[in-house]
């Protein structure tokens, strides 16, 4: 008999700027914020700086002056960075459980039910442990018969300091259980967003412990079998399993905002090709090939007073392919169509779908079988060299050197961990 299900979430706290201030000693103890694309709005907070009460999503030319008048230092996504400590991160946790599921860059579901022998506290904090010493970065552990359940204990673990930065919701009496969801908000329960959480409120549901008393059925009918799942797993009832094995994508898209905008065709012709070679790379990956290629350009529409234009075109491919070189001939023609001069480019992207298998060519009379195999050999090869000596190593010349659509990060840390020219250096005093 299978042995009921017991889920871990570990959480890195404030990752992002815990990446920043891993390798910046002269970081500590100061309130940091990462930025977004093109260094736009505040996409992450250190504790510091949430302790001055700046809020998420922020624009930060806004509140620049009087953030670093406080010692606010604001630092531009270092996204190299911080994909490789989550890789570190997840490849610790793995000694600690057969079967993991990694949810997001910072968050990992473990699988605990053959682990209920041991004091699962002290495991936990075995884990927290591990992670601080070994990777240097602060998590928190949430245990519980569901991931929902998991998910809100982390929660708890993060927000309430007795706890010691774990909880294991079956530690606790039901008295303490219901206490610390009746004074949490219905909007910290997993998958409730702002316009359900809204809209229970108003049926007065409000708390945790209001929707997990409620009547799954009657929640399914005033909104949708996943809430009703929802308050099955608050009530113990596992409705969600681990996903070891991360579905392949059904789309795959790559776009950005210019640092700059864009006049000429040129320039976006590099982006495009830039994008198509990000998103080509991804394909080959999950080893499928697309039968379509959707291309997309827009102004800006946040600047009404601007003159707009946006257009989307989708062409189906004659034969699905992965081939970068391929895809970026075709983005071309179709950005030729959709080009039209006077406007001012504020970004561009692409879409890949109607994604199948890669399956092997029967040879033909003409040769475009063996034509095929050797550039999937070339792409597999650049996929190598960019894999082991970081991204763009190696790149198509029609991704250019054009600086101008290019997103800016003005504010961008070293690549301490993925580039040799950025490895910290230790002086002796």
């Not at 209920?116 to 075995?126: E, G, I, N, P, V």
């Not at 990777?135 to 708890?156: R, S």
């Not at 809430?227 to 596992?238: A, D, H, Y």
Request: aromatic share 8%; charged share 20%.
């Amino acid at each position: 008999m299978a042995a009921a299900p017991l889920f871990a979430l570990v959480d890195c706290n404030n990752f992002y700027a815990s990446c920043e201030k891993l390798f910046a000693p002269k970081l500590a103890g100061r309130p940091v914020v990462v930025l977004s694309n093109n260094d736009g709005c505040i996409v992450a907070r250190s504790a510091e700086a949430k302790a001055l009460g700046i809020g998420m999503g922020l624009p930060w030319f806004k509140i620049a002056a009087s953030a670093e008048s406080q010692g606010v230092v604001a630092l531009s996504s270092n996204y190299a960075l911080y994909a490789d400590m989550s890789n570190r991160v997840v490849e610790v946790l793995s000694a600690f459980t057969p079967d993991l599921e990694v949810y997001s860059i910072d968050e990992s579901f473990l699988d605990l039910s053959g682990f209920r022998h041991l004091d699962l506290l002290a495991y936990a904090q075995q884990i927290r442990q591990r992670v601080g010493r070994w990777i240097g970065l602060p998590v928190c552990v949430g245990i519980g018969p569901t991931k929902t359940l998991a998910k809100l204990a982390n929660h708890f673990a993060k927000k309430g300091p007795a706890f010691g930065g774990v909880c294991d919701l079956a530690s606790l009496d039901e008295a303490t259980r219901s206490r610390l969801f009746s004074e949490t908000p219905i909007d910290e329960v997993w998958g409730v967003g702002r316009r359900i959480a809204s809209r229970l409120s108003e049926m007065g549901i409000e708390t945790v412990e209001a929707l997990r008393r409620s009547d799954p059925d009657w929640i399914r009918e005033q909104f949708s079998v996943v809430l009703s799942r929802t308050v099955r797993e608050l009530n113990g009832v596992s409705c969600l399993s681990l996903e070891t094995v991360t579905p392949p994508k059904q789309q795959i898209m790559a776009s950005r905002s210019f640092g700059n905008l864009v006049f000429d065709i040129e320039d976006l012709r590099e982006a495009l090709a830039h994008h198509v070679s990000r998103a080509a790379e991804k394909l080959r990956s999950q080893g499928d090939e697309a039968g379509a290629l959707t291309v997309m350009i827009r102004t800006n529409p946040f600047k009404p007073t601007e003159p707009q234009y946006q257009r989307t075109v989708t062409l189906p491919l004659a034969t699905p392919t992965s081939d970068t070189l391929h895809l970026i001939v075709v983005a071309h023609k179709i950005l030729d169509d959709l080009f039209r001069p006077g406007f001012a480019y504020h970004k561009a992207g692409v879409m890949l779908s109607e994604l199948r298998p890669a399956t092997a060519r029967q040879a033909d009379l003409f040769g475009v079988a063996a034509r095929d195999a050797r550039r999937q050999a070339t792409m597999q090869v650049m996929d190598e060299i960019n894999r082991k000596w970081g991204r763009g190593t190696v790149r198509t010349s029609a991704a250019g050197h054009r600086a101008g659509w290019q997103m800016r990060r003005e504010r961008l840390s070293p690549a301490y961990t993925t580039s040799w020219t950025d490895l910290p250096t230790a002086f002796a005093v």
